[in-house]
């Protein structure tokens, strides 16, 4: 079924799974805002409804080559030293070997995105298909596409502020899965390279302040932006009241070989008897406008009742 009003698209697609791997197509935009102010946000097929992009002002805010650089999620299991992350990470978009290309390992099973909304619910992908290695570790994992679902839903538009993202994500581990620890991201943003001046939001003071390119993690909302200020990208999460859990950290990253900058939200669980299987949900808010206007949006969200 496909649906059109206005500048909006709208699709509803389902499937059944696990029992049919009917393919879903993951195109589709959703947009926000007013007239003078419209967030547009894309997703596609080729990285199995992860969001592609995500464009103000003309501008775009995401810098998606291959299938890692993306606004996505992701998480990882029982890491070690000698087991880092990337040996059992199931990602939303894709695995490593997807590289540039127009495929992805991962499995759309739904998608829903009408007006302002979108929804979706991914089979995920192992990062490393068996037999991969990262910084010389052998992949956990023996299969290419993972049993985790992760299932996002995305508003644009929070409150007074239409160009906010109100981004919930639901991870959702199966029955037969046996782990003590347990890594979130939560949310990612990759972004393009001119992102590059680092902001960091103080609660004590309601203001931005300057930050190192890292890498690093830190409890205070992180916010990248391009250095006349025009643009900016944050990133915010209420504390959860879950047991286990420890976050939210916001991370910032610079790969100046690679051309790309990075912020994260990340959750950790951790439990020595095991961590139980279903869902873990998060949520988080994502300011985008100009740096002022992010300010002011992480300013508002401090003095909320969560």
């Not at 699709?11 to 029992?19: C, D, F, M, S, V």
């Not at 992860?50 to 805010?61: C, N, P, Q, T």
């Not at 956990?140 to 993202?165: E, F």
């Not at 990612?188 to 302040?209: D, H, I, R, V």
Request: charged share 20%; with cysteine; glycine share 10%.
């Amino acid at each position: 079924m496909l649906l059109k009003r206005s500048l909006f698209i709208g699709i509803l697609l389902t499937t059944a799974w696990p029992l049919f791997a009917v393919a879903v197509d993951g195109n589709a935009k959703i947009a926000g805002g007013p007239p003078d102010s419209t967030i547009v946000i894309t997703t596609t097929r080729r990285l199995a409804g992860a969001i592609d992009s995500l464009k103000w002002h003309g501008r775009e805010f995401i810098n998606s080559a291959d299938h890692g650089r993306q606004l996505q999620s992701a998480c990882s299991f029982d890491n070690t030293p000698a087991a880092n992350g990337e040996t059992f990470n199931p990602t939303e978009a894709g695995s490593r070997r997807d590289g540039a290309g127009p495929n992805t390992t991962s499995r759309l099973l739904e998608i829903t995105a009408t007006g302002n909304h979108l929804r979706t619910r991914t089979q995920m992908a192992f990062w490393l298909l068996p037999g991969e290695r990262s910084a010389g570790q052998l992949a956990r994992n023996t299969n290419a596409l993972s049993d985790y679902v992760l299932t996002k839903d995305v508003t644009i538009g929070y409150d007074r502020w239409p160009q906010a993202l109100d981004y919930r994500v639901t991870f959702s581990l199966p029955a037969d899965a046996h782990h003590v620890y347990a890594q979130f991201e939560a949310l990612t943003g990759y972004m393009p390279p001119e992102f590059n001046s680092f902001w960091q939001f103080n609660p004590a003071t309601g203001k931005l302040e300057p930050l190192s390119a890292g890498p690093g993690e830190q409890k205070n909302p992180v916010v990248l932006a391009t250095a006349d200020g025009n643009f900016a990208m944050g990133i915010f999460s209420p504390p959860p009241n879950q047991p286990d859990t420890r976050g939210p950290g916001f991370g910032r990253f610079d790969f100046p070989d690679a051309r790309v900058v990075k912020w994260n939200c990340v959750y950790r669980v951790k439990n020595s008897g095991g961590l139980r299987a279903g869902d873990y949900t998060y949520r988080m808010l994502v300011p985008v406008g100009t740096l002022a206007q992010v300010e002011g949006m992480l300013r508002d969200w401090r003095d909320l009742k969560w």
